[in-house]
């Protein structure tokens, strides 16, 4: 069983940065594959940016430039760190693992980007 819990969206002004933070629960982390996604109100669910094992990332190329994944496998926590933040940004934030073909998710954060 995988436990995530998702932490650091909140209101910021366009321009602005905000980090998330994704802290996973049992032994697994350092092998596992751990993903960003977002989905906005009245949109699907997207994929924003992935982490490997190897450390290998891919952003999605809307964010590209702004918005980097890391993790810390001592802490078993995922970040994205999100700069020049547009209004399009706006969403809820999801943290998501599989493993042994069960897909886990967070509860996710609000992120809201405004003046």
């Known amino acids: 069983q995988v436990q995530l819990v998702e932490s650091g969206g909140g209101l910021v002004q366009p321009g602005g940065s905000l980090r998330l933070s994704c802290a996973a629960s049992?032994?697994?982390?350092?092998?596992?594959?751990m993903h960003w996604h977002r989905q906005a109100s009245g949109n699907q669910r997207e994929l924003v940016a992935t982490?490997?094992?190897?450390?290998?990332?891919y952003v999605t190329a809307s964010v590209k430039g702004r918005f980097t994944i890391s993790r810390d496998n001592a802490k078993s926590t995922v970040y994205l760190q999100m700069n020049s933040l547009e209004p399009e940004d706006t969403a809820v934030y999801y943290c998501?693992?599989?493993?042994?073909?069960?897909?886990?998710w967070g509860q996710g954060t609000q992120v809201t980007v405004s003046s």
């Open positions: 049992g032994n697994i982390f350092s092998l596992a594959t």
């Open positions: 998501n693992t599989r493993w042994l073909n069960n897909n886990y």
């Open positions: 982490i490997r094992p190897d450390d290998t990332t």
